[in-house]
């Protein structure tokens, strides 16, 4: 078994043949599993984040996706799904700009969730 080169915390074992059974070079198998790694979102991670989100988008001037992504220091899939969450709660929404980019907005809700959540800390 080989040890990828993640963060001890989210390191991975893997078969040393598997870049050659998926047919990829090794540099070609870590990338992929390094792009995996980043779309991961952890349950136990997703109050924290989303919280993060929506105290960001409470001062920002409508970050799209990307921006979200790179102030929260996780990838776009990522972001994506927490923002998803977010819309779902009514926490936050979004305008179509420049085709398919998205800029984001914090809610009624969502301010009432950061009160609530203030209050409890």
């Known amino acids: 078994m080989k040890t990828l080169p993640y963060p001890r ?15 990829l070079s090794e540099r070609a198998f870590a990338s992929v599993v390094e792009e995996m790694g980043n779309r991961l979102v952890y349950l ?5 984040i989303e919280g993060r989100i929506l105290s960001f988008l409470a001062h920002a ?19 994506e799904s927490h923002l998803r969450t977010l819309i779902a709660a009514n926490r936050i929404w979004g305008q179509a700009v420049h ?5 984001w907005h914090i809610a ?4 009432h969730y950061l009160n609530e959540h203030r209050h409890a800390a």
């Open 9 to 23: 915390s989210q390191q991975l074992k893997t078969d040393a043949h598997l870049p050659l059974k998926l047919g």
């Open 44 to 48: 136990s991670d997703r109050p924290e």
């Open 61 to 79: 001037m409508g970050p799209t996706t990307a921006g979200v992504a790179r102030a929260m220091g996780i990838g776009v899939k990522a972001a």
């Open 99 to 103: 085709g398919h980019d998205v800029e």
């Open 108 to 111: 009624l809700e969502g301010r």
